[in-house]
């Protein structure tokens, strides 16, 4: 089959079985119906050969007898024979010539007056009558086209008179030889037909339950059962279920487990993001902190007056709701994600993660230009994965740029089908090389310690898990641009 | 698609259509020649004597079947003696016995009838004669009759009509000329004689039920045993059909005729089954006296009513 497909590269086990079982069937039809026309031609010029032997075998006796006769009556041989000659071709439309040679070979009447010219001898006579038996051939004369010809010697006992030429039009004999070809060749033909249709019947018969197990395939979902009814008895469909039904299930598990890392993954670069966020958050703490204890250092210090105790209790409440704010929000984003989606709306994730990230930015002087599209329309995607996307890619800019660097976010509608989100930089920007690399997981150009190389990655595949994609834009010195693209689809 | 695909799905399709082609063309072509068989030694002629000696027969029948019967016969004359024979074809016996008289035959097959006709009255001898199955230089004639009829006696084809050969044969004169005047009884009808050229065609139109009766000589009638008819009564023996010969012919070629042909070896009889039925057994040496005592008794009898049919009314 190896050689086979080599040869006639087709798919699909229906189309090779038609083209092998095609190709045998033409050949073996080919050869039974070579042997049969063989062997009846070898029957139809047996028997133009026999009836033209016997026909000349039949006339040589009127011409031994003319012989005869005329040997009895002392009378010119040729002058009888003409008339014999005469009459039997006008009854015989078949016959084209007779001619008559004696014993030596010479001629004696020919039916074509030009012939007994051109051919006045005949140097096989002595042979025929020496052999006794007829000489048949058939041959093609440029006068009388095929012809079958039989020499029969005129002799009886050791008496020879000479030898009889008698020669049959063979043309019909080729149309019938023609015809039985032509007859063979539309018989094979129909034959081949009949048998390679009766093959696409039956063999769609035999793939039918493969092509109905290839749609299931075609429709599976590694969580849903397989749609395809087993076959009832032990084929091969049936042993190519009953393991693909186990593939499944292994898929099933190893996905699990994939899963279960890829949330440890995601989780534990979040808590990494939190880690780097820990100044921040700690100074946004502190501040209200130290605004709370000069609060209550002044209400301890004067308990009586009520109207400085109830100004500092409200100021006290205002820095306690600051901080609950601050770590509401860090728990906001500290917390696993979900495994269900829901209509999120991409610039109030901007908005979360870029509050946790105002004291860092503003730490280092960094100009934040948000241009978000208010008419973005939500998607369906988990919200706490959209922000760790959103802040792995911040920190990216954030730890580009230098102090005072400029930093852009925006959001926006693509074909009407997609909405994006580009944070660009100022930053030094990705070397080409580098470029090729960056979404590759542990893949970093900080310092060690400063990052995990898990950002960029971690963020593509959660990306990519919702439909969409990263691009990247960078030339070295000249910033770096990240721009993600999610499919909007329909709300569930 | 690959090179190789290519090739093989452009190839093999032409292939087949050229091999069909060629096909075609090699069953239209009908051409062919028997191939002569490997002869060796002399051609089957014996053309080459000088001197052509003329053996005579009267041509009763077909030239060409008498040719069949015959010719066999002359050659093996001409390849086991050291003349020259051919056949020649006598339109009537007088014809023939004129040309034994005049040596222009050297010999000739005559008819008993015919000879007994001329040998008084022409210089011609009998000097061979066909053997029966029995051994012996005779034959009988037969009167016949279908096996179906009735007739059991002679007198039974009183009024019916019988077949009967050439009136130059002693077949064809029997009945009618011999018998039937001697013991016909008087004042009853006489059959009714039909002649035909051959005694096979006086059987076969006896078996068609166009005659009540026919007279053949027996070797015919042997050939039909079983086959429809049955003999009513046998003549006597009557000597056979000799071969004669004229005043002017060779000695020495009679001689070695005679030889050869009352002398054929074992090994060579079967040249026999190749000769006219009536050759079939042989020949012996005959002389004149067989047939003029035969000529006295069948006179004698003519007169003295001394032949014996044994013809029971």
Known sequence: MGLFHSIFPIKGIRARLLVAFGAMLVILFWIISFLILNQWRRMILTNAEEQVESVTRAFSIFVIETFIFAESN??????????????????????????????????????DPQRFIYTPHDSLAPLILQSGKALNRAYQDADYGWVIESAFPLQIASKNWGVLRMGFEAGSVRKEIQGLFYSLLMFAAIITVFALILLYILSGYLTASLRKLTTAIDRFEIDKPLNFEQPPYEDEISLLYQHFTRMQNR????????????????????????????????????NPLNGIKSCLYAINRDPDDHCQTAEYLKLIDEGLQHIETIVTKLLGFARRPSKSREAVNLNEALKKVLQLLEFRFSQKQIRLSLKPDNNLPPIQ????????????????????????????????????????????????????????????????TKEPGEGTGLGLSVSLSIVQAHGGTIEVQSQPGRGCEFKVILPIGEEK | ????????????????????????????????????????????????????????????????????????????????????????????????????????????????????????????????????????????????????????????????????PSPLSFSGNWLQKYILPKVWPAGMPKPQFVSYDFHHTVVQHLIRNDLAGGVVKDRVAEEYAGKGIRIVRRSRYIPASPLVRGPASDQRVIEAISDVLTRIPDRKRMVLKEWDAEFRHGFVRVKDQLYKKFKQELDEGEMSGFISFHISH
């Open chain 1, 74 to 111: 002392q009378m010119k041989v040729d002058d009888a024979l003409d008339y014999y000659i005469r009459d039997y071709l006008a009854r015989e439309p078949r016959l084209r010539y007779i001619a008559i040679y004696d014993p030596q070979g010479t001629i004696l009447v020919h039916s």
């Open chain 1, 251 to 286: 898929l099933q598990e190893s996905q699990s487990k994939v899963m279960e890392i890829q949330r440890q993954i995601y989780q534990a670069e979040k808590l990494a993001s939190i880690g780097r966020l820990a100044s921040g958050v700690a100074h946004e703490i502190n």
């Open chain 1, 381 to 444: 995607a988990d919200s706490q994965l959209m922000q760790e996307v959103f802040m792995n890619l911040l920190l990216n800019s954030y730890d580009a740029v230098s102090e005072k660097g400029h930093i852009s976010v925006m959001s926006g509608i693509e074909d009407n089908e997609r909405v994006f989100v580009r944070i660009t930089d100022n930053g030094p920007g990705i070397d080409p090389e580098d470029q090729k690399k960056i979404f590759d997981p542990f893949f970093t």
């Open chain 2, 1 to 164: 698609m690959t090179v190789k695909s290519k090739f093989f799905l452009t190839a093999l399709p032409l292939l087949f259509v050229l091999f069909s082609i060629f096909l075609y063309e090699r069953m239209l072509d009908i051409k062919f020649t028997d191939v002569l068989p490997n002869i060796s030694g002399q051609p089957r002629s014996g053309i080459g004597d000088s001197i052509v000696y003329k053996i005579g027969v009267v041509s009763r029948f077909s030239p060409s079947l008498l040719y069949r019967g015959y010719q066999p016969l002359i050659s093996y004359l001409n390849s086991q003696t050291p003349f020259h024979f051919e056949l020649r074809l006598n339109k009537t016996y007088s014809e023939a016995v004129q040309q034994l008289a005049s040596g222009e035959l050297e010999a000739a097959f005559l008819g008993t009838y015919v000879f007994l006709k001329y040998m008084d009255v022409q210089p011609i001898h009998a000097f061979l004669a066909p053997l029966s199955s029995d051994g012996q230089p005779h034959f009988r004639i037969v009167l016949i009759t279908r096996e179906d009829f009735p007739y059991k006696k002679l007198t039974d084809f009183s009024g019916q009509r019988i077949g009967v």
